[in-house]
């Protein structure tokens, strides 16, 4: 128990390193991506490189991503601050904000779905062997 | 004081949070959606309390400390899944570019329909990309910084309760499909809630989330 939550912990560590480490190339390069995701495209790198073995972070990313809609919790209730705004123009944004997510969520998932099982199509005429 | 209200405040988001989870893992809905409905509660017992937004900031502080790295940690079910990611890159690419073309148009359309304010378009014409890079897209545009959070943070929770159920309502099946949709138009929060159904899922959304983030940003001030 106490072996596993410092694992943990040191995984946690790692992740926090490497989101600082993206954060400060940002800073040096000036390239227009937020630190974090900079800090993704480095993580990828080391785990493809295998300069850092998965198990190193697997335990502890594991957990971040089970509870990554945690951290998203305290940044929606700063809608609070913004009522005004929506009691001014609240229908038209609402519309706005509806209809470009569901046509955009339908759009992209209908194109990507249809190309997928084409492709997967294709692939089963060639060989019956499943990838 | 101030120390007793932010600890107030912490125990209070971590408890609505696992209530929502429990109740969303008994009945999945729109409405049960973890991200809305701890929001919604949260919302509910400021008010009723008389909490302000700026007393409960300290502990928003505290808590998304550890956001960053968890963003990072989407590098690990991606690292997992990367044969697949590769392998699906061209109908996945598509779907992501035509998905992010269509609602950036749809916002600027129906924004002008409405007569909205130019700064209003511009902060919408953003909304899908994830906070830190609309951010800075709204900069360059000409849009107003914290409005646009707040209407990337809205797209991120609308898409988050509808976006799963619509797909399943319009026969969207495929988890790559599902993955991509929801990561391209509503981001971090989408993904936290579309990686609830699978690994695979959850790793195609996070890295159609930085994609279409990295193309809105390219595409946007082109227009």
Known sequence: MIKNGS??????????????????IVSWTGIPLPGNVVGIFILLLLLMTKILPLSFVEKGASILVKHLGFFFIPISVGLIAYGDLFLSHGIPLAIVIIVSVMVGIYVSGIVSQVLVEKKEKKKHEHSRNPA | MSIVVTLLSIIGTVTAYLLSRKIANKKPSPFTTPVFLSTVLIILVMVMTGTSYGQYEQAKDIMTYLLG???????????????LIVQYCVPAGTGLILGS???????????????????????????????????????????????????????GILGAMLGPWLLTKTNITNPVARGLAVGTISHGIGTAEIAREGELQGAVSGTAMAIAAIFTSIFVPLL
């Not at chain 2, 790295?69 to 044969?83: E, G, S």
């Not at chain 2, 073309?101 to 329909?113: A, D, M, N, Q, R």
């Not at chain 2, 902060?123 to 906070?131: D, G, I, P, Q, R």
């Open chain 1, 7 to 24: 694992i943990i912990a040191i995984q946690l560590a790692i992740l926090w390193a490497v989101n600082q480490l993206g954060y400060v």
């Open chain 2, 69 to 83: 790295p968890a963003t990072v940690a989407l590098a690990v079910p991606i690292y997992k899944n990367r044969h």
């Open chain 2, 101 to 155: 073309i269509v609602t950036i148009f749809l916002s600027i359309l129906i924004g002008g329909l409405f007569q909205l304010s130019e700064v209003l378009i511009s902060s919408l014409a953003v909304k899908s990309a994830t906070v830190p890079i609309a951010i800075e897209i709204s900069h360059i545009i000409n849009g107003d910084m914290s409005i646009t959070a707040a209407f990337v943070i809205i797209t």
